[in-house]
Every structure is written in C-alpha cells, then in structure tokens.
Nanobody
Framework: QVQLVEFGGGLVQPGGSLRISCAASGSIVRVNVMGWYRQAPGKERELVASVTGDGSTTYADSVKGRFTISRDNAKTVHLQMNSLKPEDTAVYYC???????????????WGQGTQVTVSS
C-alpha cells in the first residue's frame, strides 16, 4: 500500500512564490516518476511537471521558466512555483509511478490534492 501526502498549498498574491511538496510512503522499491498535475474548475486535469528516477524533467509550456521540480532521496518531490499568476489557481495533485516491495509491476498513485489560489 502507498500513501502520497501533500504539503504547502495556500493563498498567494500574483507574482508571489509558493513551494508544494509530496511525500510517498510505503514499501516502495523503485520510483519511476513523480510529479504534479493540476485541475481548475471546469477544466481537464493537466500535467504541470514531473521528474524521473534518472533525473529527467518535464514541464508544461505554461510554467516553463517559473516552476522547478525536484526529488530527494526520501521519495519526496518538491515544486517551487515562482511568479505565480491567477491562471495558476487550481487543485494540484501529486502523482507517482511506483514499484512496491511485494508487487511485480509498477502502478500509478494519486494524492488527495492541495488547493493553490493566486489572487489579490
């Protein structure tokens, strides 16, 4: 079993910064990829950023140059968000592709989501 716990959401002013984090717990043997999706009201859930086990990163065009994703040795992923815009307002969901100790294949897991609101 796996649990993804998210931290750091909140309300920020336009142009401000926020860091959100996601900690994966459980009998995890390998992390293939961890990242963040977001979903605004009435919109499809979209990929924001991801990082693979070998360090390769992917960013949505809308956040390139403003957001930075990183992952530490404790199976925790961080998303540093700078120069935030009102259109960044959404629920941000942690996502992970993991191989567990007693599982023979990788599976996708989701966090519960954390609200990020950018408003004056």
């Amino acid at each position: 079993q796996v649990q993804l716990v998210e931290f750091g959401g909140g309300l920020v002013q336009p142009g401000g910064s926020l860091r959100i984090s996601c900690a994966a717990s459980g009998s995890i043997v390998r992390v293939n990829v961890m990242g963040w999706y977001r979903q605004a009201p009435g919109k499809e859930r979209e990929l924001v950023a991801s990082v693979t086990g070998d360090g390769s990163t992917t960013y949505a065009d809308s956040v390139k140059g403003r957001f930075t994703i990183s992952r530490d040795n404790a199976k925790t992923v961080h998303l540093q968000m700078n120069s935030l815009k009102p259109e960044d307002t959404a629920v941000y969901y942690c996502n992970a592709d993991l191989i567990l100790l007693y599982g023979g294949y990788s599976s996708i897991y989701w966090g519960q989501g954390t609200q990020v609101t950018v408003s004056s």
